[in-house]
Structures are given as structure tokens and as C-alpha cells.
């Protein structure tokens, strides 16, 4: 499983976490789904949402991914609307699986993250440390 070194672990001054310490070996990886994101949902769950997007952004771009560490339940909050498949056939339940930000989509659901006065992401670096 490849680590995204310097990857924030979490969102800051939270419990959401964005990564994960180490894969399932018994299991293998949790499987990427499409969470729906209903309007009624908390203002910490859609700060969150939009945390992660602006760490994505800030981290890959607009270049092709490996999940890698990624949390798949915080990737399954956004799935299939902003960020979308890299490959044909994709495999929901792999480390390697690969992914991309839609732009369009991304700017559209999270027009904070692409302004340009957006602040940069404040990466921590005490997940450097994980084996």
C-alpha cells in the first residue's frame, strides 16, 4: 500500500480522518462506494468533505492518483461526483486502485477550495512517523 507522505492524517482540531496507518491484510481494502451527500447532513461532515477536497487538490492536482492510504470512507463521500475512476476496469477494494479530481465537479461542489484567495492546507507532519 503506498503511503502519500505528507498527506494530512485528519482534518485539523478533528476525529475525520483522511488516512489510514496501515492496509488489511485479512480483509484487503474497504471498498470504495458512492455516499450520497444529502442537504441535511452536519456542517462538520460538510467541512470535512471540503477539508479533504482541499487536500487532494493541493496534493495530486489534476494528475491520476493511487489510493493508497486514502481513507475509503472519507474518498466515498465524494466518489463518482468529484472524484471519479482513472482506469477501466477500476477496483473498488484495491490499494492500487486509480483516481482523479473531476475539476469541473469539484469547482462546482467546493468553489472555497478552487478561489484564489483559498488558503493553502496545513499538512501535519506527525503521521511521518507511522510504520
Known amino acids: 500500500m503506498l503511503k502519500h507522505r505528507g498527506f494530512p492524517g485528519r482534518m485539523p482540531g478533528s476525529d475525520f480522518q483522511f488516512t489510514i496507518r496501515r492496509a488489511n491484510v ?3 481494502a474497504t ?16 467541512m470535512a468533505d471540503s477539508a479533504f477536497m482541499a487536500a487532494l487538490w493541493q496534493y495530486f492536482g489534476e494528475e491520476t492518483f493511487e489510493r493508497g492510504n486514502l481513507d475509503a470512507g472519507r474518498l466515498s463521500w465524494l466518489f463518482g461526483r468529484e472524484v471519479v475512476p482513472a482506469e477501466d476496469p477500476f477496483d473498488p477494494a484495491s490499494y492500487d486502485a486509480l483516481l482523479k479530481i ?13 478561489a484564489p484567495e483559498a488558503p493553502p492546507v496545513a499538512f501535519d507532519d506527525d503521521e511521518e512517523d507511522w510504520a
Open 102 to 114: 473531476d475539476v469541473k465537479k469539484a469547482e462546482i461542489a467546493f468553489p472555497e477550495v478552487f
Open 31 to 46: 471498498k470504495i462506494i458512492r455516499r450520497e451527500r444529502f442537504k441535511d447532513r452536519k456542517h462538520m461532515d460538510r
Open 26 to 28: 485479512k480483509e484487503g
